[in-house]
């Protein structure tokens, strides 16, 4: 039964940065491209990033391109998204996703982490 398991959310002030980690078993990570959600109080859960499975393409929703980076080792099976400069914006929950197909709609993604909570205080 595949599983992923996000960790690293926290409360921090603005300008911040955080790393989550999101550890994935019972599939076969480095086949699967890998994502990050957030999501709002009520807000639509949005993209936010998204690598490909060799790591070799990433790809960003604007609000985070040059603030965000994602990585990936395929040897822990853990996918990792690095929050730089964070804004009170970027208060979500943030999950992690996992789907065989590249590209940013959730619709895309057939496995998903339980969120981790950020919150970033001005």
């Known amino acids: 039964q595949a599983q992923l398991v996000e960790s690293g959310g926290g409360l921090v002030q603005a300008g911040d940065s955080l790393r989550l980690s999101c550890a994935a078993s019972?599939?076969?990570?480095?086949?699967?491209?890998m994502g990050w959600f957030r999501q709002a109080p009520g807000k639509e859960r949005e993209f936010v990033a998204m690598?490909?499975?060799?790591?070799?393409?990433?790809y960003y929703a604007d609000s985070v391109k040059g603030r965000f980076a994602i990585s990936r080792d395929n040897a822990k099976n853990t996918v990792y998204l690095q929050m730089n400069s964070l804004k009170p914006k970027d208060t979500a929950a943030y999950y992690c996703?996992?789907?065989?197909?590249?590209?940013?709609?959730?619709?895309?993604?057939?496995?998903w982490g339980q969120g981790t909570q950020v919150t970033v205080s001005s």
């Open positions: 690598i490909r499975r060799y790591g070799d393409n990433t």
């Open positions: 019972g599939l076969t990570f480095s086949i699967y491209t």
């Open positions: 996703a996992a789907g065989l197909t590249y590209g940013p709609v959730s619709s895309k993604y057939d496995y």
